[in-house]
């Protein structure tokens, strides 16, 4: 098992490290004073101008595996770039590498027709619009997506759409101009995971009212924003149908693996930062006659965040790895893994910081409380830790099925059913 990035891998990480250093991080507090400017729901100058360049330099579209649409890079290679992008906030827009958009292109690249791809694909990937994904619902227990209500009835040559989502991440975005739902398009279907569709809805379309927006501990995260939407006899072209009636919750599981992992790569750099941060400010602050460094606390808080950083970079090279090599499906032990490894990680690393930069660390000065809101989310997009685990645990038990063993021997290990795990697909916001 080689985690080595490849030349190609380590040619990219250092032009986005570059990328980052030069003109991303100096510009990051200009970047916030236009969003506060005027209206926040509209696209920030600087971001777009950044976004160009970032084009200019083939800094774009990175996590797109296919060299047909993006750089042609592995899970494994994509690594170590996504976790550069994670270390600022508004990174990963800038590389149009940045969650819903990157999921739903893979959906389109995945699953869609000519048409579709023509018609959102390319845009997406051009970053002329934005996009958003409804799969969560107000109503009902999301953890299990057998429960969503939205309904989705064929009506001549349309499918009309009638239900609530919330936490659709990007509706708020003024360039959204197309979401991927997920709703019920054959609720009696003896087979359970077979009553769900998922279908293109263009916006706006009649019928379609965004609510509200729903904070994070009190970021609203615009200009991206998650609403609360309710459709009401909302029509669109049977044409819109992805894959076909029936098969949405093969598209989400063809859609979560990637998106799980990326999530979790982000998260790392994310914790890098809040420990380098911690690290300067622990060696200029004094308190009690020497640098707060000195103390054995904060020492003991710099060398557990170190180790499970470290922890953590590493299982998720690993699922990227099998990942690659025998696909999502055997891998789904370590992604879920992962997910559940990461967001934790982060949040603790993230509060060490927090608390070694005293009343300043809850402020918006610093960036820490704003990362720690996004790390916290991520414990519950792309499934909650307690669905996660409980898969853990099932594919961990699954060995021992059907096993014969004696005093003194050793028990016959079942090969793992490659089905198992996928009764379940969790929550997920982005």
Request: proline content about 4%; hydrophobic content about 40%.
């Amino acid at each position: 098992m080689n985690f080595d990035y490849s030349n190609k891998a380590k040619t990219l990480r250092d032009k986005v490290s570059l990328f980052m250093s030069e003109h991303v991080y100096p510009n990051e507090q200009e970047m916030l004073a236009q969003l506060d400017k005027d209206d926040r729901w509209q696209p920030i100058e600087m971001v777009e101008s950044l976004k160009a360049k970032a084009r200019s330099e083939g800094l774009w579209n990175l996590f797109l595996p296919s060299s047909e649409y993006g750089a042609g890079l592995t899970n494994l290679e994509y690594a170590p770039s996504c976790e550069e992008m994670g270390r600022s906030t508004f990174a990963s827009e800038i590389f149009n590498c940045s969650a819903p958009d990157t999921g739903n292109m893979e959906v389109l690249v995945r699953y869609g027709t000519e048409e579709q791809k023509k018609l959102w694909l390319e845009p997406l990937l051009n970053g002329e619009i934005r996009s958003a994904f409804a799969m969560t619902e107000v109503e009902v227990s999301s953890s299990d997506a057998t429960n969503i209500e939205t309904s989705i009835k064929q009506d001549g040559d349309e499918y009309i759409i009638n239900g609530r989502k919330w936490w659709t991440s990007g509706a708020l975005d003024p360039r959204c101009k197309i979401l991927i739902l997920m709703g019920k398009s054959d609720p009696d279907n003896s087979d359970r995971y077979r009553q769900q569709s998922q279908i293109l809805v263009p916006l706006p379309s009649e019928g379609i009212t965004i609510k509200r927006m729903l904070p994070v501990f009190g970021y609203d995260d615009a200009p991206h924003g998650h609403a609360e939407i309710v459709f009401n006899n909302v029509r669109v072209p049977k044409t819109n149908i992805l894959l076909g009636e029936g098969r949405g919750f093969e598209i989400a599981q063809g859609r979560l693996g990637p998106g799980r992992i990326h999530h979790c790569m982000r998260l790392i750099g994310l914790a890098e930062r809040a420990l380098e941060r911690m690290c300067r400010r622990t060696k200029d602050r004094v308190a009690f006659g020497k640098p707060i460094s000195h103390h054995g606390v904060t020492q003991e808080r710099i060398a557990e965040a170190r180790i499970m950083i470290e922890q953590s970079r590493l299982l998720t090279l690993k699922a990227a790895y099998m990942m690659d090599t025998v696909g999502n499906k055997i891998a789904k032990k370590e992604i879920a893994m992962i997910k559940v490894a990461a967001p934790n990680m982060a949040c603790k690393v993230i509060d060490w910081a927090i608390q070694a930069f005293g009343g300043a660390g809850v402020t918006a000065d610093y960036g820490l409380a704003n990362a720690y809101a996004k790390a916290r989310l991520l414990r519950l997009a792309d499934g909650p830790d307690e669905v996660h685990r409980n898969q853990i645990a099932r594919l961990e038990l699954k060995q021992y099925d059907n096993t014969s063993s004696h005093k003194g021997g050793n028990a016959f290990v079942a090969p793992l059913d490659e089905e198992d795990g996928l009764a379940s697909i969790p929550r997920f916001i982005s």
